[in-house]
């Protein structure tokens, strides 16, 4: 946990590669059931393309906005601690 923001390893399990198959393209950027996890599938998408970087998936859609006050700007925070470590190696 960093700044108040709980953080944690995304399920990349083999069975949820399935839920972003398609006849059409390389690959869909949604799940193919509504169950499936958004996140999850979102993060298989992601690591389809990134495999050979470190990468990470920030799920902000349920903190991102505030109402009409605007962005919330929710995992800021924890991305600039993020990189000034990596900076400070």
Same mark, same amino acid.
Request: a positive charge.
């Given at each position: 946990? %960093?700044?108040?923001? $709980?953080?944690?390893?995304?399920?990349?399990?083999?069975?949820?590669?399935?839920?972003? #198959?398609?006849?059409?393209?390389?690959?869909?950027?949604?799940? %193919?059931? $509504?169950? $499936?996890?958004?996140?999850?599938?979102? +993060?298989?998408?992601?690591?389809?393309? +990134?495999?050979?970087?470190?990468?990470?998936?920030?799920?902000?859609?349920? #903190? $991102?906005?505030?109402? %009409?006050?605007?962005? #919330?700007?929710?995992?800021?925070?924890?991305? #600039?601690?993020?990189?000034?470590?990596?900076?400070?190696?």
């Amino acid at each position: 946990m %960093s700044h108040g923001i $709980a953080a944690g390893l995304m399920p990349l399990w083999d069975d949820y590669a399935a839920e972003i #198959t398609s006849p059409f393209a390389d690959l869909r950027n949604t799940g %193919s059931i $509504a169950r $499936a996890g958004g996140s999850i599938t979102a +993060a298989m998408f992601l690591k389809a393309f +990134a495999e050979k970087y470190t990468w990470a998936h920030l799920d902000i859609a349920g #903190t $991102a906005w505030q109402g %009409s006050k605007g962005a #919330t700007g929710r995992p800021v925070p924890m991305l #600039t601690q993020y990189l000034l470590a990596k900076q400070a190696k």
